[in-house]
């Protein structure tokens, strides 16, 4: 088995010398650009055996283990190309989802093309009417001979304009209760039936969708899990899920400057923005500075121990508005300013303390919002007393909806 010095220099050479041949003459800019650069930067990490180290090696991986993990954490903080939010939904939720609940023929079939880039993936659970409360989606999927015909809207879906497939969350059976008619499929999104609308959010960028199902048909053994059986499918997505967007968003350097997803402001950034306005010997600045920096350290730890991935969710909330906060004080009065361009200079005169300023507040929904983090640390966690609602074997077809 490769040693953890070992895999380190392999990181350290594909980061220092083989990455900047590999995304050299891929501009960012437009989507379609952005996508491209992506790919091009996922499929040398996978082509180098960097892209997979706990994945079995019969789907592309090198089967190694928790320590050789965090080896890669630790050498690669701050070296990841900001495209790599481009895979954050299929790297990080639904190939791994797939990998350990799928059938054999999935795995074999998805992952290895998912893990190298050329697939890209997202996520369809939230609905309208179905957003915390998730187990009341009304997506509905009917068998029909050899393939499923499904209808309904999907909101909040990540990446839609560009994915390739998605995970999906749809009713399989009415009459069963809410948790348990569900069922968890493999959609692909470049088929009739499939509709993508962007949401534009308030600051200018357009991460979201809301997607509109008019019989969609998915090949009939393109289940994941079990038939009716996909809230434990689902439930298993959210815990890679909360761990994505917690512990492993906290990864930023004073140079990487990124606008995409939702990570929290580096406190090396925020020490650069002190200093540049004169305030590093300001107590109230120092104490805040020091409070995120032991908020940083926390969330590591919590991922080295293995936590409850709500625990990390709600660190990351956490640090990621009061990070925003101290950045607009150091920033004013350029925080507020907005050109619609991001430089390559470490400045504040361009938008990158504005997207963060109005970007952090979505930290607390995306992934299950804070609330509903509170609840399942409460319940699950901890023990509680369930929230008070129907009974839990009420057919789905009796309960009240909106």
């Known amino acids: 088995m490769t040693t953890t010095n070992e895999l380190r220099a392999e990181i350290d050479a594909f980061f220092d010398r083989v990455l900047p041949e590999v995304l050299d003459g891929h501009d960012g800019g437009s989507d379609a650009t952005t996508v491209a650069r992506a790919k091009a930067w996922r499929a040398a990490l996978f082509d180098h055996g960097l892209a997979a180290l706990d994945y079995p090696v019969a789907v592309g991986g090198r089967g190694l283990d928790a320590e050789h993990l965090e080896v890669w954490r630790e050498a690669s903080r701050g070296r990841m190309p900001r495209e790599e939010s481009v895979f954050g939904i299929g ?20 992952i290895r093309p998912g893990l190298r880039g050329d697939e890209i993936w ?13 187990a009341g989606l009304t997506t509905r999927a009917d068998r029909d001979g050899d393939e499923w015909i499904v209808s309904g809207q999907k909101v909040w879906t990540s990446g839609a304009h560009h994915a390739d497939f998605a995970i ?63 809230w434990a499918t689902a439930v298993a997505l959210l815990a890679h899920e909360r761990q994505q967007t917690g512990v492993d968003s906290m990864s930023g350097t004073a140079d990487s400057r990124s606008k995409a997803g939702r990570s929290p402001i580096p406190v090396a950034q925020l020490r650069w923005l002190a200093d540049r306005a ?15 920096h032991s908020g940083e350290q926390i969330v590591r730890w919590l991922g080295a ?65 804070d609330e509903i983090q509170r609840n399942t640390l409460g319940e699950r966690a901890l023990g509680l007393p369930r929230e008070p609602g129907p009974g839990r074997d009420t057919p789905f077809s009796e309960l009240p909806r909106n």
Request: hydrophobic letters at 40%.
């Open 91 to 110: 790297v990080g939720m639904a190939l791994p989802t797939i990998r350990d609940h799928a059938a054999e023929h999935l795995a074999e079939r998805f």
């Open 122 to 134: 997202c996520q369809m659970y939230s609905e309208p009417g179905a957003g915390s409360d998730l």
């Open 168 to 230: 999906l969350l749809a009713r399989t059976d009415w009459d069963a209760p809410k948790h348990r008619g569900i069922t968890m499929f493999i959609l692909p999104m470049d088929q009739p039936g499939v509709e993508v609308r962007p949401l534009v959010m308030m600051t200018g960028a357009a991460e979201f969708n809301e997607v509109f199902l008019d019989e969609a048909r998915i090949p009939v053994d393109w289940v994941v899990g079990e038939v009716n059986g996909g």
């Open 278 to 292: 004169g305030r590093t010997d300001d107590p109230v600045i120092r104490q805040e500075l020091a409070r995120l």
């Open 305 to 369: 121990r293995g936590v409850h991935p709500s625990i990390g969710k709600l660190w990351r909330t956490r640090q990621g508005r009061a990070a925003a906060d101290l950045a607009a004080a150091l920033a004013f009065p350029g925080g507020p300013a907005w050109d619609g361009s991001l430089t390559t200079e470490r400045s504040v005169d361009d938008d990158y303390i504005a997207y963060h300023v109005l970007n952090c507040r979505g930290m607390s929904l995306g992934g299950g919002t």
